[in-house]
T-cell receptor, first 114, second 111 residues
Framework: EPEVTQTPSHQVTQMGQEVILRCVPI?????FYWYRQILGQKVEFLVS????????KSEIFDDQFSVERPDGSNFTLKIRSTKLEDSAMYFC????????????FGPGTRLTVL | DAKTTQPTSMDCAEGRAANLPCNHS???????VYWYRQIHSQGPQYIIH???NNETNEMASLIITEDRKSSTLILPHATLRDTAVYYC????????????FGTGTSLTVIP
């Protein structure tokens, strides 16, 4: 069964450093998403991406965040200058050919900012 | 999106059916009910979704009341691996494609 994959599974970085989280969505999917979950809190939407541009973003997704689909398979989330409060699980998701299709989530990347 | 209310936690004996309720009394006619679960800190796993009719797949059954104000997710024969947080999410096609996750129901399957 096709699945969303994410790398790395755990990323440790120093405050102020840039990190790139990588995702490989399900191959025939067209809509891509990032969510995050701070330890003990709810899963929160960050951004959705379609046709090489952002379609929606939340208030959390400020100027320090960016997303990119650099090639036909990868979808990345970049955090330019990490803060302690960026420590969280980051989940990538993808859905099919219409935005209301079911979203399938990856296993997540645990980001720890020291 | 309509707000959902779920019990904070539930227990279920292994091998028995787990019935997880969800109230969504403000649901609109075009809003779907989705169920996801999250095991430990893994990514949310899709279970099932429905609009009006009851639905069944290899994982679970979804029973939606006729007035659509509540629903029940049924895991027919719960196993220890079903211990997870279960999220009931009402999603409108008109207000964006993101999912709004609440706090869900923490289901513990007891041996």
């Amino acid at each position: 069964e096709p699945e969303v994959t994410q790398t790395p599974s755990h990323q440790v970085t120093q405050m102020g450093q840039e990190v790139i989280l990588r995702c490989v969505p399900i191959s025939n999917h067209l809509y891509f998403y990032w969510y995050r979950q701070i330890l003990g809190q709810k899963v929160e939407f960050l951004v959705s991406f379609y046709n090489n541009e952002i379609s929606e973003k939340s208030e959390i997704f400020d100027d320090q965040f960016s997303v990119e689909r650099p090639d036909g398979s990868n979808f990345t989330l970049k955090i330019r200058s990490t803060k302690l409060e960026d420590s969280a699980m980051y989940f990538c998701a993808s859905s099919g050919s219409v935005p209301t299709d079911t979203q399938y989530f990856g296993p997540g990347t645990r980001l720890t900012v020291l | 999106d309509a707000k959902t209310t779920q019990p904070t936690s539930m227990d279920c004996a292994e091998g028995r059916a787990a019935n997880l309720p969800c109230n969504h009394s403000t649901i609109s006619g075009n809003e779907y009910v989705y169920w996801y679960r999250q095991i430990h800190s893994q990514g949310p796993q899709y279970i099932i979704h429905g609009l009006k009719n009851n639905e069944t797949n290899e994982m679970a059954s979804l029973i939606i009341t006729e007035d659509r104000k509540s629903s029940t997710l049924i895991l027919p024969h719960a196993t220890l691996r079903d211990t997870a947080v279960y999220y009931c999410i009402v999603r409108s096609p008109n207000t964006g494609n993101q999912f709004y996750f609440g706090t869900g129901t923490s289901l513990t399957v007891i041996p």
